[in-house]
């Protein structure tokens, strides 16, 4: 009996005889001998398997419930619509987006099977290529914006406004879904030569070396060097204002708005660095492991390294923000 496949790219027959050792995707043989036969499926004990979807199902709620509770906060009080919280609630945006799309790449990588055809692979790689690089985007305005903030606070008014941000927002949106169309589309995933060298039931991007080195250019050492470029100047501000704060209070003298003010910022800096400071731990030795010979259990262990970060940051939220914890 044949049948139709993924709107027409295979036709097989139920296989007679199966091997009970191998497992495969599709336990399928294809009409034509053309086709790729299907991929081989990973071999995991039902404990294994429990485990793993138990940890992917808490994760996933954990990520998109504390991620809901920050855009919930942020958009609900009008006190939080200031152009930092914007930014906060963009990448929250993103987090909550990749907590949602968890279970697919769960799917993906506890079963070592793709089931959902080649055209939603396609578009689930771009998707979760645009999301992990607009959070490292919003991690450099905020970057940008703390920078301001605390190294010119007297023109953070005029330079950094809500429409200035919201516009910025948009921009780093925009910017990396195009990028990462661009990306899986010149890579040749959409291609029919392309498919044909591929098991059927994988998904995967094959990237050319220039592509490897454009990209950790463009999404992950120029972003970095921002980022710890803004961050060590504002340190190194927040360390001087800090001594000049405590030389007063020994003094005994008068502190006024101002520098109570800048004392926030520098505060609010010093949070936001955390976040910044977590999410490079998770990223640098995914990108280092990425162009060096390792097995694929340590990539896809890193990967949900990334993940796990997206439900780490609503935790600095709770930890050092007190305006989180009142609008909870």
């Not at 504390?66 to 914007?86: D, G, R």
């Amino acid at each position: 009996m044949c049948f139709i496949f993924n709107g027409g790219n295979s036709c097989g027959v139920m296989r007679g005889e199966q091997d009970h050792e191998i497992q495969y995707c599709f336990p399928i043989q294809y009409c034509f001998p053309a086709i790729n036969l299907s991929c081989i499926k990973g071999k995991r004990s039902s404990h294994e398997y429990n485990i793993l979807y138990v940890f992917v199902s808490l994760l996933s709620a954990w990520t998109v419930f504390l991620n809901l509770l920050v855009i919930i906060s942020i958009s609900h009080f009008k006190k939080l619509h200031t152009p930092t919280n914007l930014i906060i609630l963009s990448l929250a945006v993103a987090d909550l987006l990749i907590g949602l799309v968890m279970p697919i790449e769960a799917t993906r990588l506890i079963e070592m099977c793709w089931y959902f055809g080649d055209t939603f692979c396609g578009l689930y790689s771009i998707f979760m290529c645009m999301l992990l690089s607009a959070s490292l985007s919003n991690l450099v305005l905020i970057a940008a914006d703390r920078y301001v903030a605390v190294c010119h606070p007297l023109l953070y008014p005029q330079k950094i406004t809500m429409t200035k941000t919201l516009i910025s927002i948009c921009l780093i949106w925009a910017c990396s879904s195009t990028y990462n169309t661009s990306f899986v589309i010149s890579n040749g995933y959409f291609d029919i030569p392309r498919k044909t060298h591929m098991c059927y039931g994988e998904c995967s991007v094959l990237v050319g070396f220039a592509w490897i080195v454009t990209d950790m250019f463009m999404c992950f050492i120029i972003p970095c060097i921002l980022i710890i470029s803004l961050y060590l100047r504002i340190f190194y501000v927040v360390h001087q204002q800090v001594k000049v704060i405590n030389t007063l209070m020994k003094g005994g003298k008068y502190i006024n708005e101002a520098t109570v003010r800048r004392k926030s910022e520098s505060k609010a800096a010093l949070t936001l660095g955390i976040i910044v400071t977590v999410y490079l731990l998770c990223w640098i030795p995914y990108y280092i492991c990425s162009i060096s010979p390792v097995s694929s259990t340590t990539i896809n262990v890193l990967t949900w390294v990334l993940y796990i970060n997206s439900g780490l940051n609503p935790m600095v939220y709770a930890l050092f923000y007190p305006w989180f914890k009142k609008t909870v």
